[in-house]
T-cell receptor, first 114, second 112 residues
Framework: AQSVTQLDSQVPVFEEAPVELRCNYS??????LFWYVQYPNQGLQLLLK??????LVKGINGFEAEFNKSQTSFHLRKPSVHISDTAEYFC????????????FGTGTSLTVIP | NAGVTQTPKFRILKIGQSMTLQCTQD?????MYWYRQDPGMGLKLIYY???????DKGEVPNGYNVSRSTTEDFPLRLELAAPSQTSVYFC???????????FGSGTRLTVV
């Protein structure tokens, strides 16, 4: 069975400050890892993904994430946030044994304060 | 390139009514999905399809039905609507595991 835990439901941060959104997962098999972003009243958009290789992956809008297998984590970071980064962020995994669906975390609401 | 199109965007149903949420994609993706999103609960999979004519249940299928007669269309049917089905529904499609999903803009459904 798979589960995804996003430890922070809400993260307020001042504009131009760095931010880290935390994601931990539990799975009995290997997984692919993804981050999605949801702007108000919109569907989710793919931000970045880890499939294999380098554990540091870069995505759109200046975001990056690091896969840590020993800690089963996939934290999302951005060195300097903008007002436009205000959104809901979802971590998701897809198990490699079935690959038929994503399992999503409950989301982290990022609010960038001017 | 429209991507994934969902209709309607908003709908209010009375308890016991039925309706179909439409989902169409123009990317020739084999995989299609229906999720519901409830506040603080993330997204839960209702049904999915790996190709035309093939559907399977997800985590929360009760009260819903789907069909996949073409690659493009994946409608979700609600029979006998209940207040517990008040939610935001997202359709998504994908060409395969490693690509992630392309989501529609959602249907906000209220059952009163």
């Amino acid at each position: 069975a798979q589960s995804v835990t996003q430890l922070d439901s809400q993260v307020p941060v001042f504009e131009e400050a760095p931010v880290e959104l935390r994601c931990n997962y539990s799975s009995s098999v290997s997984v692919y890892l993804f981050w999605y972003v949801q702007y108000p009243n919109q569907g989710l958009q793919l931000l970045l993904k880890y499939l294999s290789g380098s554990t540091l992956v870069k995505g759109i809008n200046g975001f990056e994430a690091e896969f840590n297998k020993s800690q089963t984590s996939f934290h999302l970071r951005k060195p300097s946030v903008h007002i436009s980064d205000t959104a809901e962020y979802f971590c998701a995994v897809i198990p490699l044994d079935t690959g038929n669906q994503f399992y999503f975390g409950t989301g982290t609401s990022l609010t960038v304060i001017p | 390139n429209a991507g994934v199109t969902q209709t309607p965007k908003f709908r209010i149903l009375k308890i016991g009514q039925s309706m179909t949420l439409q989902c169409t994609q123009d990317m020739n993706h084999n995989y299609m999905y229906w999720y519901r999103q409830d506040p603080g609960m993330g997204l839960k999979l209702i049904y999915y399809s790996v190709g035309a004519g093939i559907t399977d249940k997800g985590e929360v299928p009760n009260g819903y039905n789907v069909s996949r007669s073409t690659t493009e269309d994946f409608p979700l049917r609600l029979e006998l609507a209940a207040p517990s089905q008040t939610s935001v529904y997202f359709c998504a499609s994908s060409p395969g595991w490693t690509y992630g999903y392309t989501f529609g803009s959602g249907t906000r459904l209220t059952v009163v």
